[in-house]
Nanobody
């Protein structure tokens, strides 16, 4: 099994920046990709960004392209989300997630870290 611990959320003014972190532990050898999802009030959980662990290819939701950057740590199983130019619509609980090779669904989830954007 894989355990994910995400952190880095907080209160930020609109236009500001935050960097979220996610550390993976446990049976991480089969992880195919890592990603970030978010759930805003009164909305379903939505995909934000992902990165393939071995190849490093990335994927972003259209709403965050050009503002958010997902990256991986070369020294450990960790993933980050650099969020710039935050908007009111970015306020949500952000969840780190992991998916094994061959899986179509994301099976491992962090506990969530809250991002609050103030105008």
């Amino acid at each position: 099994q894989v355990q994910l611990v995400d952190s880095g959320g907080g209160l930020v003014q609109a236009g500001g920046s935050l960097r979220l972190s996610c550390a993976a532990s446990g049976r991480t050898s089969n992880i195919y990709d890592l990603g970030w999802f978010r759930q805003a009030p009164a909305k379903e959980r939505e995909f934000v960004a992902s990165i393939t662990w071995n190849g490093g290819s990335t994927n972003y939701a259209d709403s965050v392209k050009g503002r958010f950057t997902i990256s991986r740590d070369n020294g450990k199983i960790a993933v980050y989300l650099q969020m710039n130019d935050l908007e009111d619509e970015d306020a949500a609980v952000y969840y780190c997630a992991a998916r094994n090779a061959g899986w179509t669904t994301w099976e491992y989830w962090g506990q969530g870290t809250q991002v609050i954007v103030s105008s």
